[in-house]
């Protein structure tokens, strides 16, 4: 007990830690003195977290795997507390990114860990509930974060963040020291090459996709950086198939089911990065909201995600993995398509139930997709194979957010393009000029709710993609047996 109340603890503190930067951004670029012309730098600190938390995924994994869970929570925990410390006493904006990557690369394997720690403790047919459990505390933790955050700075400086977290990192240490020993791991060896080329190419993707541009002696280095995590993911998959004891086995997604829930993750990830970065954008632009309406619209969805999971995972130990992930895609499809039709004034009521059958249906498929695999990842690789499901759902995430963000500044300037300009003309009144502009204003927003409007839609359409993994879960042996 407790060691699954450490394992639990330590998974909400690692995502609480993801999502309190945002709503302190303001006093972190007050405190370091950023100047205005280089705002844009200060994006460096949640990127740092990003870039941090996904590459140290597959290595952690596969080290608690060889291991054991209690070392790896161990080092994790270390990390975390050492790279808070770190947050705390930064004095520039450079070595606070440090300071996060540090922190990120120990919160980033406490989920795998903690995936891999409850699968070991329970059968395969209760897999799916403790797993539900464990991705509801998960996403507790982002939810729960910009409020944290916003009541620590309201009563002390943000570097208090950082420093309750070491006390409260420095108990889970102890906890997951004082616990049970773990059961005798496999013998192996942890692929040092392997662990490089994954870094490097994870590294590179999201440097190039998280940034506006990263200029190098004035030239833009997104484009290399690309090419760059494109040659190190082949290295990465041309070694993995050659060496004995590989970090993530690319054997393993001949495995219909294994490859269908990363698939499902990568879905999963541009769907839920839809909801996330455009309800607050829409409440914004459209509706004149303030960040902290938005942040309470965006809530109404991110609030039912963690009850989502525990009910995924009831409706998985009891029916199967393939009903609650269908019944997930079609909930999420069908919010993303009711936000398409929201327009500029759409009722309190149709926010609530659009938002909230989206959120309900981003937790129904936490539990299945992550028990597939972990189920399908191969005896002693669990933490792997839930290292890899994370990794997909951070990719989908990453891409999906560059990719729709291009098109939908595109598509505004297009339809932004059209609408004549309120120029001042010859005989024009006060009245007639205000008029103009005030009209101008109004076919701007109509071409902002539009943009929505196309980005909710193809979200939902994505999310309908996801209905196609279902086939190959159903058809799992792994499954089929869980389903009796």
Same mark, same amino acid.
């Given at each position: 007990?407790?060691?699954?109340?450490?394992?639990?603890?330590?998974?909400?503190?690692?995502?609480?830690?993801?999502?309190?930067?945002?709503?302190?951004?303001?006093?972190?670029?007050?405190?370091?003195?950023?100047?205005?012309?280089?705002?844009?730098?200060?994006?460096?600190?949640?990127?740092?977290?990003?870039?941090?938390?996904?590459?140290?995924?597959?290595?952690?994994?596969?080290?608690?795997?060889?291991?054991?869970?209690?070392?790896?929570?161990?080092?994790?925990?270390?990390?975390?507390?050492?790279?808070?410390?770190?947050?705390?006493?930064?004095?520039?904006?450079?070595?606070?990114?440090?300071?996060?990557?540090?922190?990120?690369?120990?919160?980033?394997?406490?989920?795998?860990?903690?995936?891999? =720690?409850?699968?070991?403790?329970?059968?395969?047919? !209760? +897999? %799916?509930?403790?797993?539900? *459990?464990? #991705? $509801?505390? @998960?996403? &507790?933790?982002?939810?729960?974060?910009?409020?944290?955050?916003?009541?620590?700075?309201?009563?002390?400086?943000?570097?208090?963040?950082?420093?309750?977290?070491?006390?409260?990192?420095?108990?889970?240490?102890?906890? =997951?020291?004082?616990?049970?020993?773990?059961?005798? !791991? +496999? %013998?192996?060896?942890?692929? *040092?090459? #392997? $662990?490089? @080329?994954? &870094?490097?190419?994870?590294?590179?993707?999201?440097?190039?996709?998280?940034?506006?541009?990263?200029?190098?002696?004035?030239?833009?280095?997104?484009?290399?950086?690309?090419?760059?995590?494109?040659?190190?993911?082949?290295?990465?998959?041309?070694?993995?198939?050659?060496?004995?004891? %590989?970090?993530?086995?690319?054997?393993?997604?001949?495995? @219909?089911?294994?490859?269908?829930?990363?698939?499902?993750?990568?879905?999963?990830?541009?769907?839920?990065?839809?909801?996330?970065?455009?309800?607050?954008?829409?409440?914004?632009?459209?509706?004149?909201?303030?960040?902290?309406?938005?942040?309470?619209?965006?809530?109404?969805?991110?609030?039912?995600?963690?009850?989502?999971?525990?009910?995924?995972?009831?409706?998985?130990?009891?029916?199967?993995?393939?009903?609650?992930?269908?019944?997930?895609?079609?909930?999420?499809?069908?919010?993303?398509?009711?936000?398409?039709?929201?327009?500029?004034?759409?009722?309190?009521?149709?926010?609530?139930?659009?938002?909230?059958?989206?959120?309900?249906?981003?937790?129904?498929?936490?539990?299945?997709?992550?028990?597939?695999?972990?189920?399908?990842?191969?005896?002693?690789?669990?933490?792997?194979?839930?290292?890899?499901?994370?990794?997909?759902?951070?990719?989908?995430?990453?891409?999906?957010?560059?990719?729709?963000?291009?098109?939908?500044?595109?598509?505004?300037?297009?339809?932004?393009?059209?609408?004549?300009?309120?120029?001042?003309?010859?005989?024009?009144?006060?009245?007639?000029?205000?008029?103009?502009?005030?009209?101008?204003?109004?076919?701007?927003?109509?071409?902002?709710?539009?943009?929505?409007?196309?980005?909710?839609?193809?979200?939902?359409?994505?999310?309908?993609?996801?209905?196609?993994?279902?086939?190959?879960?159903?058809?799992?042996?792994?499954?089929?047996?869980?389903?009796?």
């Amino acid at each position: 007990m407790l060691s699954l109340i450490t394992i639990v603890a330590a998974v909400f503190l690692g995502a609480l830690d993801q999502t309190v930067i945002v709503t302190v951004l303001p006093a972190v670029v007050v405190d370091l003195q950023i100047p205005f012309d280089r705002i844009d730098q200060a994006a460096w600190i949640v990127s740092g977290y990003l870039l941090g938390y996904t590459v140290s995924l597959p290595v952690m994994g596969r080290f608690s795997d060889l291991r054991g869970r209690r070392l790896g929570l161990a080092i994790a925990m270390t990390a975390f507390s050492i790279g808070s410390a770190g947050c705390a006493v930064a004095g520039s904006l450079g070595l606070l990114v440090i300071a996060r990557v540090v922190q990120a690369a120990g919160g980033g394997a406490l989920l795998p860990i903690g995936i891999a =720690a409850v699968s070991d403790r329970f059968p395969m047919s !209760r +897999r %799916p509930l403790a797993i539900g *459990l464990v #991705g $509801a505390v @998960a996403e &507790a933790g982002g939810v729960l974060g910009p409020l944290y955050g916003a009541g620590i700075v309201s009563w002390l400086n943000w570097r208090w963040i950082f420093w309750i977290n070491i006390p409260l990192a420095l108990l889970l240490l102890g906890g =997951a020291l004082l616990g049970p020993a773990d059961a005798p !791991r +496999r %013998p192996g060896k942890l692929d *040092l090459i #392997g $662990a490089a @080329a994954i &870094a490097v190419a994870l590294g590179c993707l999201i440097l190039a996709v998280s940034h506006n541009t990263i200029e190098v002696a004035g030239i833009d280095a997104r484009p290399v950086l690309a090419v760059l995590a494109a040659v190190a993911l082949g290295v990465f998959c041309w070694h993995e198939l050659r060496v004995a004891d %590989p970090l993530l086995d690319p054997r393993l997604l001949r495995q @219909a089911g294994l490859a269908a829930a990363l698939i499902g993750g990568a879905i999963l990830g541009i769907t839920l990065i839809v909801a996330m970065v455009d309800v607050p954008l829409y409440a914004a632009t459209v509706r004149g909201a303030s960040a902290a309406d938005g942040g309470l619209l965006l809530m109404r969805l991110t609030g039912l995600i963690p009850f989502g999971a525990i009910l995924g995972g009831l409706i998985g130990t009891r029916y199967g993995l393939a009903i609650p992930t269908g019944l997930g895609f079609l909930a999420t499809s069908g919010g993303l398509a009711m936000m398409s039709n929201w327009g500029q004034a759409p009722s309190n009521s149709y926010f609530w139930i659009s938002l909230g059958l989206a959120g309900l249906g981003f937790g129904l498929l936490i539990p299945p997709l992550s028990t597939s695999a972990v189920n399908l990842g191969g005896v002693g690789r669990e933490a792997s194979a839930a290292a890899m499901f994370t990794v997909a759902r951070l990719v989908g995430m990453t891409i999906g957010l560059a990719a729709l963000t291009a098109w939908g500044l595109k598509r505004f300037d297009d339809l932004a393009g059209v609408i004549p300009l309120p120029l001042p003309q010859v005989g024009d009144t006060a009245a007639i000029a205000q008029q103009r502009v005030a009209d101008f204003d109004a076919a701007m927003l109509v071409a902002g709710a539009e943009v929505y409007r196309e980005i909710f839609l193809v979200g939902a359409v994505v999310g309908l993609l996801g209905l196609g993994v279902i086939r190959w879960l159903w058809s799992s042996d792994s499954n089929r047996s869980l389903a009796r």
